[in-house]
């Protein structure tokens, strides 16, 4: 398996595919790419983080930057202080929601955002070299993510007292990554009555790390003998945030960012230019259409949301992975901007959260996988859909959108697989579209 390079970073297994001689390398490219300045550096919880760190912190000083070093800290939080404190840029060391053995580099510009395409690739072909200046000193930032949450009590879409006043209790599971403090700090902050299930820092991952329902077993069950009102969980960087509700049930990913979008249409802001990307559920049009406010969509990728963000002047958006942009906080999928804008939908919903769920629309949708071996056809895949009802989007693979369904397949920007999606109005009708792609598939 080859390291995988991408507009998400780089991954790899660590000590394989990925070492921290490969990672200096891109680290010191990163670095010639970068305007003159400090460099936040990052990690999540995963125990071989540490080797990374230590050896990105080394190339760097050597290279005569500062490094405004913060440890673990979740991924958005590092790209709230990059745009705060108006740093050169950062790297968080994470693989995000990959398994344990995996580890990866995420490349901030100095706007906290993801690097754009075009820079990325300068990162990724390793031509930039940088003049060696005089040593670059360390400069610790500890519980950096206080000014993160500080942000977030403090935005104007949120009404922080009706929340208090609820006093919600609430089940935490960060999976013991990068979160362990800050969301909890959040809630309480929040009045909240938390209550934690693996929220240390030793980076063992006691359950799969993407927070997709089968992997939250445990949360829901201490929702349940807690009689608690809401569970939430993150991956190891908490970019994405995963919801239980009040019964227990997992509500799927794609509800974290439906949910996110109606409170904020819905109680604080007019007609709004909604961005999310091509595998997002239609959910979102759903509602953007209910409150006088329109959807476009980007290919799938953060950084490729957050540009079109910027293009359209647009306030909010995300991916259907659980992740909510809330550009007034910074341009970046942050699951605890997601945790406060979901408690403030329930708190001004003065409903439980069951029967919020009631009145969303929801799907069914299906996200399978086909191990990479060679690029797929997508031409023969046409040719397999051909009536008049349907639309041929080709901006990032193939998605074929009829009325009331859709399928979308595309390579991953994070694993060798090529991922097939589908939504529609029953599990049936998903499956086929799913089945349909892979009987006739050849790669």
Known sequence: MKLITSISGIRG??????????ASSYVESFSALQSGG??????????????????????????????????????????YIIKKEKLA??????????????????????????????????????????????AGKIIKSEN????HIKNI?????????????????????TVNGAAYKALPELLEKLNCNVIKIYCDNDGTFPRGTEPIPSHLEDLSKAVTSNNADIGFATDPDADRLAIVDNHGNPIGEESTLVLALESYLKYYKGSQKVVTNLST????????????ST???????????VEKMKELDSAIGGEGNGGVILEESHLGRDSLVAAAMVLNHLAQ???????????????????????LQNDIDLKHIKTLFQTDDITFIEDDGLKIVWEDKWIHIRKSNTEPIIRIISEADTFANAKNLINHIKENISI
Not at 13 to 22: C, F, H, P, V
């Open 13 to 22: 297994i660590y000590g394989k595919t990925l070492t921290n001689s490969i």
């Open 38 to 79: 400090k460099i936040l550096l990052a990690q999540d919880s995963r125990p071989h983080g540490k080797e990374i760190y230590k050896s990105a912190c080394d190339i760097l000083t050597k290279l005569g930057r500062d490094v405004i070093s913060c440890g673990i800290i979740p991924t958005p939080t590092a790209q």
């Open 89 to 134: 840029g950062g790297i968080v060391i994470t693989a995000s929601h990959n398994p344990i053995e995996w580890n990866g580099l995420k490349f901030l510009d100095n706007d906290g955002c993801f690097l754009n395409a075009d820079k990325m690739n300068k990162v990724l072909s390793k031509d930039s070299k940088s003049s060696i200046n005089n």
């Open 144 to 147: 950096s993510y206080q000014d």
């Open 153 to 173: 009590l403090n935005l104007s879409c949120i009404n922080i007292n009706e929340i208090k006043a609820k006093k919600f209790k609430v089940v935490v599971d």
């Open 281 to 292: 559920s239609m959910a979102v049009d759903v509602i953007a259409h209910q409150y006088n």
């Open 295 to 305: 959807v476009q969509r980007s290919s799938v990728g953060e950084i490729n949301v």
């Open 349 to 371: 919903s003065n409903l439980p959260f069951d029967k919020i769920l009631e009145d969303i629309p929801r799907y069914v949708m299906i996200k399978d996988k086909i191990s």
